[in-house]
């Protein structure tokens, strides 16, 4: 994993100190090709201003061990913080299900994969942890997805509400937590409704589900392709619903994963699992050595 980067400054390190401690130069040298990788890998300007600052801080003294190059220790080092910014302490992958009804609120853009992630994320909690779950979508301008939940959920064998004409998202809501009660779910998953761009109305229908059904997670679905504008897009549902972990889809295109890194420094906000491709089983839960590796090139 640590081979592209190194090699990459392998060129940089034979300058390098070869003994005693990591000099301040020879960490500068290091990381400005450290933050060449970082920005190619889509990280945005003030992310990686500040990312290479802590790995400054963190390397500049540190004795250089015989085992290892200098360019390793660095890259290591860098490898270790980038992992370390990305996940804190959480386990992206657990879901907070506890007190059967659970509530989970799926939210995010039109087209940024929410309905295939809620299907794909109820799929796992039915085969993983043997959860029964059920799934609501409350898009109400659009039956077609509404259809859409329906068909994937008769797919991967997990109930969907029924749905019925003239309901609002909020009545939805509640009748699924009825539903869900009544018939020994132990989690229900509400597919709120998308929009292309964010607007007050996505806003207030998303805040006020919230309200109503109280839900243990607020996931945001977001398109980890669009890079910067998921960050955005995030920073702002977070301001506005208040969201608890982040799902970033199209991980399986060609992206470098930087939208990774700024989405965690610039939002705080965990990201718990990737999308992989469209089949119902291309989720995995977010792994920080892997995006490390793919942002480090
Ligand atoms: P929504 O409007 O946010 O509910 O988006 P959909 O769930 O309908 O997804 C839009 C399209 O993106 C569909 O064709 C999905 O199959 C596709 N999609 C969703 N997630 C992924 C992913 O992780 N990778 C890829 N390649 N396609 C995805």
Partial sequence: MFENLSERL???FDKLT????LT?????????????????ADVS???????IKAVQ??????????????GQQVVKIVHDELKHVLTGDQ??????????PA????????????????????????E????????????TNRPAAMEQLAILGAQIGVDTLPIVKGEDPVQIAKRAKTQASLGGYDVYMLDTAGRLHIDQELIAQAAAVRDVANPREILLVVDGLTGQDAVNVAQEFDDKIGVTGVVLTRMDGDGRGGAALSMRAITGKPIRFVGLGEKMDAIETFEPDRIAGRILG
Avoid: H
Wanted: hydrophobic residues 35%; charged residues 30%.
């Fill in 10 to 12: 392998s060129g940089v």
């Fill in 18 to 21: 070869k003994q005693g401690a």
């Fill in 24 to 40: 301040d130069d020879d960490v500068k040298t290091a990381l400005r090709e450290v933050r060449v990788a970082l920005l190619e």
């Fill in 45 to 51: 300007l003030p992310v990686a201003r500040d990312f």
């Fill in 57 to 70: 801080e963190k390397a500049t003294g540190q004795s250089v061990t015989k085992s290892i190059t200098p």
């Fill in 91 to 100: 386990d992206p992958g657990a879901l907070k299900i506890d007190n059967p």
């Fill in 103 to 126: 509530p989970i609120l799926m939210v995010g853009l039109q087209g940024s994969g929410k309905t295939t992630t809620t299907a794909k994320l109820a799929k796992r909690l039915k």
């Fill in 128 to 139: 993983r942890e043997g959860k029964r779950v059920l799934m609501a979508s409350l898009d």
